[in-house]
């Protein structure tokens, strides 16, 4: 079945840029989207991405995405204390059966 | 704009008692959707409306779950009898359908103790 993947932690330091990644296996995926869950609040959409794209860039979030690879990354630039949180990519399809699927999700500390 | 409005926050329950959720969608949005999102995990899709008709309850597990949206706004979700294995945090979103992007926005949710 369908599958999207994460790494589970990630560290960096303040002021550093955070590079977030997931892996999805379903190449009919159309849009693929990245989302920010703060401690005890739902998921917040940042941005997304059509899959017929390979970069789009939002003021300190770049995303990248291999489609040959099945491979989507967040950038995020300058990081800051208050972008610690976790962080869902989630790939969605309307070919045939609708899908939206979200991966496990990957959690970002921020070192001051 | 109001977001996705949903009650309570909190449930504390004890496993065989019936417990119901309440979610309130952004005006105008057509589609709403529940998840149920375990410690750790990504959340998963239990049921999908779009307007008053549950067009994928795949993942809905229907013998102590159901779900209404029966004016095509605000929905409830049930479980009775309660289980062990329900405690989650329950996430309620909504999309307005451009047959294109499906931009979900989302509730705080109602975290689920079932003691």
């Known amino acids: 079945g369908e599958d999207v993947e994460q790494s589970l932690f990630l560290s960096v330091r303040e002021g550093d840029s955070s590079v977030i990644n997931c892996t999805y296996t379903?190449?009919?995926?159309?849009?693929l989207y990245w989302y920010k869950q703060e401690p005890g609040a739902g998921l917040q959409l940042l941005t997304y991405?059509?899959?017929?794209?390979d970069m789009k860039q939002d003021q300190r979030l770049t995303v990248l995405l291999n489609k040959k690879d099945k491979h989507l990354s967040l950038r995020i630039a300058d990081t800051q204390t208050g972008d610690s949180a976790i962080y869902f990519c989630?790939?969605?399809?309307?070919?045939?059966?609708?899908?939206?699927?979200f991966g496990t999700g990957t959690r970002l500390k921020v070192l001051a | 704009e109001a977001g996705v409005v949903q009650s309570p926050r909190y449930k504390i329950i004890e496993k065989k008692q019936p417990v119901a959720f309440w979610c309130n969608p952004i005006?105008?949005?057509?589609?709403l959707y529940w998840y149920r999102q375990n410690l750790g995990q990504g959340p998963e899709l239990l049921i999908r409306?779009?307007?008053?008709?549950?067009?994928?309850d795949s993942q809905l597990p229907k013998d102590r779950f159901s779900a209404e949206r029966l004016k095509g706004v605000d929905s409830t979700l049930k479980i009775q009898p309660a289980e062990l294995g329900d405690s989650a945090v329950y996430l309620c979103?909504?999309?307005?359908?451009?047959?294109?992007?499906?931009?979900?926005?989302f509730g705080p949710g109602t975290r689920l103790t079932v003691l």
């Open positions: 979103a909504s999309s307005l359908d451009t047959g294109r992007t499906d931009t979900q926005y």
């Open positions: 379903d190449s009919s995926s159309t849009y």
């Open positions: 991405i059509f899959s017929n794209m």
């Open positions: 989630a790939e969605s399809s309307r070919t045939g059966t609708y899908k939206y699927i």
């Open positions: 005006s105008g949005h057509n589609t």
């Open positions: 409306y779009e307007n008053e008709e549950a067009v994928d």
